[in-house]
């Protein structure tokens, strides 16, 4: 049945899709509903069961042997690395990661798996994130390495992952031969150390410089961390040189990351350093419809107001994940209720989100309390006055803005009569360093936080 099937789809999916995806697999057995494929890496065989599983499914339909599922098993002949697969002497908080990889596919040896949800077609653009968006679609389109290395930096749930996951998947069905690796900086630095301890380094070496495309996300993780550092900096600079492409994210700008290496941070930002900004009100409710039709295309009953989703764009933080959130609780209860969700109906089911997102604090709230908090003027605050009685409650205003909003250091220097970004991340370090020693400041700056944030 499968040599009859294929046949038609040579002329169903194209003769380039054809050769390129479905050539490569290998029949294994049809069983109980079940077709199952051999394929060589696990991205083919998403690859395959996304783009071409419906057109697989109907041509068994056709044939008179109706499949209600397929199955995509790795076969892989590459070279393991040994670290990873020969559970060693783990300590105790590498367990669960090491257990992770140790029963991943092949292909996920050396990289993570990708999310099937996180491509260019469903990232929504807006002004927040446009720039970040082109960069990666610039990187994505392969070619003549232009931005290397890419740094998408951005607060939490702003769409690096995403992103990231876009490029892969983009870059793999342009050119499948391509080795792209996505990895978070935290499984950058486990490997790392199992090799280590297995005394594997040279493999870890050799597989991570013979990648085409590294990517490595949150990167901030591995500040601090000299010896991982170290071995990133080294890989880094190996594939830099063989003009290989990197992809690097992290919650913060290159110069921003504390404990980072200063030649690391350097080299971070040789290429194009690009940045997710808060959503706005548009880009939530541009994300927001784009899920709904997303989850219409899957439940036609579901029914859910523009008034509604107006009011989720207007009332929930800027984390998309966050929003997601809400509405996939909503749609859990229209599917419970069976009728249109109701703005009173999303009110009462989202309350202690709302009241999370509620809880923003503005710079001048910070501005006017610590001045109270002091005793000092708000001129004085924004004066260029150093002493150390007015430098001091300056600071912490700048630490606190730091904490309690999302605005970046240049905005935050801005309101503080149009310092430099600078002397606010001085500030805010100046802050750490004195929480640590100063009981007197760890409590001034709790104190404050809980009053802004009550
Ligand atoms: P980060 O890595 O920056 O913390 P993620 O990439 O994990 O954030 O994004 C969090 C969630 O929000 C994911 O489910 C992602 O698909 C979604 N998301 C973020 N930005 C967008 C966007 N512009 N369009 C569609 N979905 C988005
Ligand atoms: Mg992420």
Not at 28 to 50: I, K, L, Y
Not at 187 to 207: E, G
Not at 242 to 269: F, N, V
Not at 297 to 320: C, M, P, T, W
Request: hydrophobic share 40%.
């Amino acid at each position: 049945t499968w040599g009859q099937a294929r046949e038609t789809l040579q002329t169903t999916i194209g003769k380039n899709n054809y050769q390129t995806w479905i050539e490569p697999l290998t029949f294994v057995s049809c069983e109980g509903g079940v077709a199952e494929f051999g394929v060589q890496t696990s991205f083919q065989g998403d690859w395959v069961s996304r783009n071409f599983g419906d057109e697989i499914l109907r041509q068994f339909d056709k044939l008179g042997e109706p499949v209600d599922r397929l199955k995509f098993s790795v076969q892989s002949n590459r070279p393991r690395m040994a670290a990873a697969t020969k559970p060693s002497p783990t300590p105790e908080k590498f367990l669960k990661k090491s257990a992770q990889i140790t029963n991943a596919p092949d292909e996920t040896i050396l990289g993570a798996p990708l999310d099937k949800r996180f491509t260019f077609d469903s990232f929504v653009v807006g002004k927040p994130n446009e720039l970040a968006h082109a960069a990666a679609r610039r990187v994505a389109e392969g070619g003549p390495v232009s931005f290397n290395p890419l740094f998408l930096y951005g607060g939490v749930g702003l769409g690096k992952t995403h992103l990231m996951h876009a490029i892969a998947w983009e870059l793999q069905s342009r050119s499948p031969e391509l080795r792209v690796v996505y990895l978070s900086a935290e499984q950058f630095m486990y490997r790392f150390i199992q090799a280590l301890r297995d005394k594997q380094m040279m493999d870890f070496k050799s597989l991570f410089r013979s990648v085409d495309v590294l990517m490595v996300d949150d990167v901030q993780f591995i500040a601090g961390k000299d010896s991982t550092q170290d071995e990133f900096f080294h890989t880094f600079n190996a594939l830099i040189d063989q003009q290989k492409q990197i992809i690097i994210s992290a919650d913060r700008a290159p110069g921003e990351i504390d404990g980072l290496e200063e030649r690391i941070r350097s080299r971070l930002q040789w290429g194009l350093v690009v940045d997710l900004h808060p959503t706005d009100y548009e880009l939530r409710l541009g994300i927001l419809q784009q899920k709904v039709e997303l989850y219409r295309s899957q439940y036609q009953e579901l029914k859910i107001s523009d008034g509604v989703l107006e009011f989720l764009a207007h009332r929930i933080s800027n984390n998309v994940r966050v929003l997601e959130g809400a509405l996939t609780r909503l749609f859990a209860l229209a599917s419970l209720v069976g009728r249109e969700i109701t703005l009173e109906m999303a009110q009462e089911s989202l309350a202690d989100i709302l009241r999370q997102s509620d809880r923003k604090v503005t710079m001048d709230e910070i501005m006017r309390k610590t001045c109270d908090y002091y005793n000092v003027r708000m001129s004085d605050l924004l004066s260029p006055k150093r002493s150390r009685n007015i430098a001091r409650p300056r600071q912490m205003a700048m630490w606190l803005a730091k904490q309690l909003t999302q605005r970046s250091y240049p905005e935050i220097g801005k309101r503080f009569g149009n310092r430099d970004h600078t002397t606010v991340i001085h500030a805010v370090r100046k802050i750490d360093e004195l929480k640590a020693q100063d009981s007197q400041v760890a409590e001034d700056a709790e104190m404050l936080r809980r009053m802004l944030e009550a």
